[in-house]
């Protein structure tokens, strides 16, 4: 358990489809619109809020822009002269945002804690923004003479896997697929609207092509302009904020457990570390049994869903034998039994994911912070997963360098 109670009292997302810089827009209204919505939708006070994190990997490349907690006072006067901060981990920059916030409210200093997690990334073409994004490989070491630097470091995981257990690619075009299909149904998803035919989930080059290695385009997480905030809360301002809203606190989803674990930067140092392993990353494993361990749960089946990092279909593969869902090397026996999907025992990603929600990078860890406190609280709409009320996280940042996961409930 958590030293103290923290508690998620809801925020907002923007809709994922939206390219702002074809708008006319920026970072800073993307990062303003984020944040007047979650102050409507939670009718919280800007006044009562007593620090705010944001989480961001590379604004600095993509907008020219760095300090982006100096945007807090622009939007509402009542952020001005409060203790801010950014937060960077790459694709985990949003969890460590709201670790940030987390510790502000266990120690006691603060009752209310804002989280803001944005990425602005449409506004270049694409092998741009593969370049930028490759920011969190080492440079000059990895990725060299790849046009697609993370594709080209998933494939080689995907590599990885075969050349230890054999993995049936059919398993892959099984996990991207029931991520665009759960996308469907949710209104902020980048893809809801995307159409599909059975070569798209296929080798078919031209329905399907290659990006790098193995990897196909179905298999990729998307490059997204979003923004997510969520506010963190101490048991006394959540009971304040319970009764002005005529509730019960004990209705409200709080953080249960948590888990962050990191590795080195490299991919080669990393399995030169982990040597003797059954699995590629024991640090993911790490991480997702303290969050369990401190939620007081036996195992990852004690949960009702989790939403988790599937920047590429291998990125869940491997995430479903280091959670547990399956023993080590047999992530393909959640796919076959459909554990995973939104009608089996335990749905993964019913939002979407990355795949088919959308992923902005800095935005992720706090957009997957929403989804699971939705879900508890019954208020996840079209992907509401029956009675869940405990729903899990896990967001990672590089190539598993930096990983973090909570568990939230009620």
Known sequence: MTSKAVYVLGGSQTDFARNWAREGNGIYELFSECLNDAFASTSIDPADVDVAHVGNFVADLFSGQALLNGLFAHVDPALNNIPTSRHEAACASGSMALFAAMRDIEAGHYNLACVHGIE???????????????????????????????????????????????????????????????????????????????????????????????????????????AAVVFLASESYAKQYASRHGLNIDSLPRIKGWGHRSSALLMDRKLELNQGSNLLFPHVKDTFDEALGRAGMANVHALDGLEIHDCFSITEYMVFDHAGIAPPGESYRAVEDGVFTMQGALPVNPSGGLIGLGHPVGATGVRMMLDAAKQVTGNAGECQVEGAKNFATFNLGGSTTTCAAFVVGV
């Open 120 to 226: 602005l990334m449409r506004n270049v073409d694409g092998k741009t923004a593969a370049e930028y994004l490759g920011a969190a490989a080492w440079r000059g070491v990895e990725t060299e003479g790849c046009t697609y630097p993370w594709p080209n470091m998933f494939a080689r995981i995907l590599d990885l896997y075969q050349q230890r257990y054999g993995v049936d690619l059919a398993h892959l075009r099984a996990i991207a697929s029931n991520n665009f299909a759960n996308a469907k149904r949710n209104p902020y998803a980048q893809t809801r609207n995307w159409a599909f035919t059975d070569a798209s989930f296929s080798d078919d080059d031209s329905a399907n092509p290659v990006i790098e290695g193995q990897l196909r385009k179905q298999d990729c997480g998307q490059v997204t302009d979003g």
